[in-house]
């Protein structure tokens, strides 16, 4: 089995930066395209960053400007990093990974983390 892992979320006033991490535990060969997701409750789920194998990213309009996702060289571990955060940036945020191949020849499709959370105040 596979998990990732967030950290780096915490508390702080609007016009503030954070940075997230999403480390990945396991047997792990490789890791295909990955996202940042945001959980607000009573909200659907909503989608803050992406990322793929190769390293382009895309954001929604709401974010631009604002954050940025990267990875480590090794294609596993991802990064947001969030600056000039706004109250509306306030919930849990969930890394995720569409397919992880694992040693052994096995692979798992729609990897979530559990989240960190991300409180901003104003």
């Known amino acids: 089995q596979v998990q990732l892992v967030e950290s780096g979320g915490g508390l702080v006033q609007a016009g503030g930066s954070l940075r997230l991490s999403c480390v990945p535990k396991?047997?792990?060969?490789?890791?295909?395209?990955m996202a940042w997701y945001l959980q607000v409750p009573g909200k659907q789920r909503q989608l803050v960053a992406t990322?793929?194998?190769?390293?382009?990213?895309d954001y929604p309009e709401s974010v631009k400007g604002r954050f940025t996702v990267s990875r480590d060289s090794d294609k596993k571990t991802m990064y947001l990093q969030m600056d000039s955060l706004e109250p509306e940036d306030t919930g849990v945020y969930l890394c995720?990974?569409?397919?992880?191949?694992?040693?052994?020849?096995?692979?798992?499709?729609?990897?979530w983390g559990l989240g960190t959370q991300v409180t901003v105040s104003s």
């Open positions: 995720n990974a569409n397919q992880i191949w694992v040693a052994g020849g096995g692979n798992e499709h729609s990897v």
């Open positions: 990322i793929t194998r190769s390293g382009l990213a």
């Open positions: 396991g047997n792990i060969l490789r890791i295909g395209d």
